[in-house]
């Protein structure tokens, strides 16, 4: 007899599929991997509108669900009996666009890695099926509209860059599985999940996660290396957010919420492996791009290859900014270190607006906190130093970014090596509050002889031949770094971080004893080549080409003329997909997260204006809003700014909390609005990181308390001779006395063009050609569509998958 446990029974973990149908229902049967527990769950096929789900709350054996399968064919024999449809690997979700409701299913999957023993899986191939029998479907009446949004949703390609697991949270970073035992319900509500909104119907009906998995969108690659004669496993993940998701051009800057364009968290895992019953050491670091928190904006064109930035100054006291960085404190604790690598002077300004811009946000916000909370600024122009020979950007960077770590630090622990892949990590000394989260303050107490130095002992036996463990470190804090898209110099950056940190995690675990990895050793070109495939999936997610990789190519010393044809290649890719390609890709995006929600009677998404003309709030239909639907806006979110708008908002528009966190004091009237533009540099010096193990005292904000003596010791050389009215903890990296940073970025494009054989006038008569055919989702997760139908295989080919048109 099958066992009813109920709804208060532990949840199993299903991980196999398989789907029936009868003409009035579809039966899905799910199993755990031991094949002990059987699932059934029911999806009525006779209603043409709405979404009837039943899950049988009895746990069946194998015998027994077969048994059940037996008895639904021997009931409907008369209208066909059950039919076996497909083997699937999990639900995707559901959604609905004019008509019937359809669900997408994961029919084929990949491993790509595992941590600490569990699996993570990619998309290989998936289906969407629609819900309504085909004798209730040919009763519809189906329009021209629902298979243009049928369309629309299935140019998301799920087969690129999503990922995701059964047993591992790989929404959260390892730090905050070990820490924070969240699951069910509250995993999809994560900012990275991006089928949070196709499967909330599901969720809210069962009250459980128990048929749908949580997809994560963005980058996920392991690499087994070596150091010193020892294997180790590299994780390299990036997550992109889908708050505030899109296209380069139709998603800049800040919404009201505080939420950016091109948020992205990083996370780079080193950890070994361990026979089982033995200590496993794992170490991992997070670090954040993301949008300038400004309101400002960039109008696609079709004949200007940089479209002007236009700043807002609506919001006059910066509250959606101060929002951002509340959100991140939340997130990762202090300290936030801010990294901008956008231009300081231009010819004709554009990007050094949003830099002054930014430098008065954060004196702004800085005014009222204190010195070990306020926003820790950095500025570099990356670009004018990276076309100066007497400049090695790299080691520059590096000098920064070990800076940071030195703030944050990051995290170590040892669990114990896997024996099986249920549950999540298994821990060795992590106690477990009554809540059943990991407590920090739980931590501390920690065995004194586990503070011993076991750095380099490789055996991880003691004297008495007993497994040696080592106290935790934590990171607390982040760096967030950006340019102008987040793309390409800040990809640069996040490398020069990576490879920092990687030097520090391998002394953690013993691997290595200085930290200090030469860039040109095999293990740093490794760790280059890994953050390029990464920043070139990011690039053609967000701005429709691989990455400008010009500081890497010359690094390894590429061929200056292939480096220079590469880029021109990239840049004529990122102006095409931007120019023809972004506005239906935004679209689908749309659709995809929930964002707009078709209806009968209303106006079609692409009949509305440009994503970018919408303000949320304006209009009260046919939209989904992050936690209701009756608000109207194509965009994803709110705070697109066209023009400038210099009336002062309301209080009631921006800085709206959604809870009651407030990491940062409430702002004040008045004071000074931030730096000028002749704000002084302070040079950066280097100098030796060192962790100390541990110490037993630990606040709520700050969960790695051994970097106060480094804030005491003021590492990042801060301006000494600042007072009272200026909190910016800022400094320039630039030198602002020297010549002006004139566009050489523009006059290198044009030069690039030039010794191509090619101008920009013949590329736009060219493409300017197909400007009548409809736009279609392109880039790193959507699909062409007809508009490449009139340009060469070679050309087709590049388009679709970032590849150059020569070889």
């Known amino acids: 007899m099958a066992s009813d446990n109920g709804a208060k029974s532990s949840s199993p973990c299903l991980k196999n599929f398989k789907l029936y149908e009868t003409r009035s229902n579809f039966y899905m049967i799910g199993w755990e991997k031991s094949r002990k527990i059987w699932r059934v769950l029911k999806i009525d096929r006779l209603e043409p509108s709405e979404l009837n789900i039943l899950e049988d709350s009895a746990t069946y054996s194998e015998v027994e669900c077969s048994d059940l399968l037996r008895r639904v064919h021997e009931g409907n024999k008369s209208t066909g009996g059950l039919k076996f449809v497909t083997i699937y690997y999990g639900i995707v979700g559901f959604i609905k666009f004019l ?26 191939k998936k289906e969407m099926i629609p819900i309504p029998h085909s004798t209730i479907r040919a009763n519809m009446g189906y329009s021209k509209n629902e298979n243009r949004y049928k369309k629309l949703l299935q140019s998301v390609d799920l087969t690129k860059d999503f990922f995701f697991s059964y047993s591992y949270h790989v929404m959260h970073s390892v730090q905050k599985n070990l820490c924070h035992h969240e699951a069910g319900q509250v995993l999809y509500e994560n900012m990275f999940v991006w089928n949070e909104f196709l499967t909330r119907g599901i969720r809210n009906h ?46 800049r800057g800040v919404n009201e919420k505080g939420r950016v364009a091109n948020d992205v968290e990083t996370e780079q895992i080193v950890c070994e492996d361990a026979p089982e019953g033995c200590l496993m050491q794992i170490s991992a670091v997070v670090q954040n791009r993301g949008s300038i928190p400004l309101f400002w904006s960039q109008e696609t064109s079709r004949l200007n290859i940089k479209p002007e930035i236009i700043l807002s100054k609506k919001d006059h006291e910066y509250h959606a900014t101060r929002l951002h960085f509340e959100n991140l404190v939340k997130r990762y604790g202090n300290p936030i270190i801010v990294l901008s690598l956008i231009k300081t002077r231009e010819k004709k300004p554009r990007e050094s607006i949003l830099r002054a811009e930014f430098a008065n946000a954060i004196a702004f916000i800085n005014k009222d906190l204190t010195e070990e909370n306020r926003l820790k600024f950095r500025h ?24 940071a770590l030195n703030l944050t630090g990051f995290f170590y622990c040892q669990v114990a090596a896997p024996s099986c892949t249920n549950g999540l990590l298994n821990l060795s000394f992590f106690e477990n509050s009554e809540k059943g989260d990991c407590c920090i303050q739980n931590l501390c107490h920690i065995p004194k002889d586990a503070d011993r130095e076991t750095r380099h002992d490789s055996s991880g036996l003691d004297a008495a031949g007993n497994h040696i463990v080592k106290p935790p470190m934590f990171q607390s804090g982040v760096l967030r770094t950006n340019c102008i898209d987040c793309l390409d110099r800040t990809n640069v950056a996040q490398y020069a971080y990576g490879l920092v940190a990687l030097g520090y995690q391998l002394r953690a675990l013993g691997f290595i004893e200085s930290p200090n990895i030469d860039r040109d050793s095999l293990l740093g070109a490794d760790l280059m080549k890994l953050y390029e495939t990464m920043g070139n999936t990011l690039a053609l997610q967000y701005g429709g080409s691989v990455a400008h990789n010009k500081i890497f190519s010359e690094s390894r010393g590429q061929w200056k003329a292939a480096t220079q044809s590469q880029e021109f290649f990239t840049n004529l890719q990122r102006y095409y997909n931007n120019a023809y ?19 009968q009677g209303k106006p079609a998404l692409w009949e509305m204006d440009s994503d970018q003309h919408y303000s949320i709030g304006r209009l009260s239909f046919n939209f989904a809003d992050e936690s209701s639907r009756s608000i ?20 009631t528009d921006v ?5 009651n966190y407030n990491p940062l004091p409430d702002m004040t009237q008045g004071g000074e609005r931030g730096l000028s533009e002749s704000t002084p540099e302070i040079s950066t010096g280097e100098r030796e990181l060192s962790y100390p193990r541990y110490t037993p005292s630990v606040s709520s904000l700050r969960i790695f308390p051994q970097l106060d003596r480094y804030l005491e010791g003021d590492p990042i050389h801060l301006n000494e001779h600042r007072d009272s009215s200026n909190c910016s903890n800022f400094f320039d990296e630039d030198w602002l006395s020297s010549s002006e940073n004139s566009s050489e970025e523009e006059a290198y494009e044009r030069s690039t063009l030039i010794k191509a054989g090619m101008s920009w006038n013949s590329v736009l008569t060219g493409l300017e050609t197909e400007s ?4 279609s989702a392109s880039g790193s997760s959507m699909k062409n569509s007809e508009i490449l139908a009139g340009f060469s295989d070679s050309f087709v080919q590049w388009v679709t998958n970032g590849e150059t048109m020569f070889h």
């Open 99 to 124: 008509g019937a409701y359809y669900m997408l299913l994961i029919t084929k999957r990949r491993k790509i890695g595992t941590i600490s023993g569990h699996a993570i899986y990619a998309i290989t």
């Open 206 to 251: 069962l009250k459980n996660t128990l048929w749908t998995i949580a997809l994560v969108y963005g980058f996920f690659k392991q690499v087994k290396l070596s150091v010193s004669g020892r294997d180790f496993k590299l994780t390299l993940i990036a997550r992109r957010s889908r708050h505030y998701a899109g296209t380069r051009y139709l998603k």
């Open 380 to 403: 570099w122009d990356l670009s004018k130093y990276s076309k100066s020979k007497s400049t090695d950007v790299l080691s520059r960077l590096h000098k920064v970014t070990a800076d």
């Open 581 to 599: 390609v972004d506005p239906e890709k935004q679209d689908a995006i749309n659709v995809f997260l929930g964002h707009f929600q078709p209806c």
């Open 632 to 651: 109207l806006k194509r965009s994803l979110s709110e705070g697109n700014i066209l023009s400038e708008n210099n009336s002062p908002m309301e209080a």
């Open 655 to 659: 800085g709206q909390k959604e809870d």
């Open 772 to 775: 009548s055919a409809s736009a």
